[in-house]
């Protein structure tokens, strides 16, 4: 078992080398497939009791890969692919089923 324990995954998204998936306590967990170390990533993104991660999505941006993290605790997050730094939160009046980015250039 790895270090991060068990998650209850719910939702999941694979793209550029990357697995993404979100559970129900908010967690996001990131393992890179192309990495030898198999670079891994988890943490609870919310600690709200109802923050289920709801979607994931991968997207490239101008400032490099990004994870994007939607969640009923009404709020999309955005995480840098590389160092997992969060980058963005938006925080709306209701729960995030899903969210998209636009392709790079588009409006």
């Known amino acids: 078992m790895s270090s991060w324990g068990l998650v209850q995954v719910c939702t999941m ?31 609870r993104v919310t600690h709200n009791e109802n923050g289920i991660t709801n979607g994931v999505e991968l997207h490239d941006s101008y400032s490099g890969l990004r994870i994007m993290s ?24 209701w729960a995030v089923n899903y969210a998209t980015a636009s392709p790079l250039g588009a409006k």
């Not at 998204?13 to 192309?34: E, P, S």
């Not at 969640?71 to 969060?86: C, G, K, L, S």
Request: aromatic share 12%.
């Open 13 to 43: 998204c694979v793209d550029y080398g990357l697995v993404v998936a979100g559970g129900f306590y908010g967690d996001l967990v990131v393992k890179n497939m192309n990495s030898e170390s198999g670079q891994t990533f988890s943490a």
């Open 70 to 93: 939607s969640n009923n605790d009404a709020a999309v997050r955005i995480f840098d692919a590389n160092t997992f730094a969060q980058t963005a939160k938006h925080e709306f009046d």
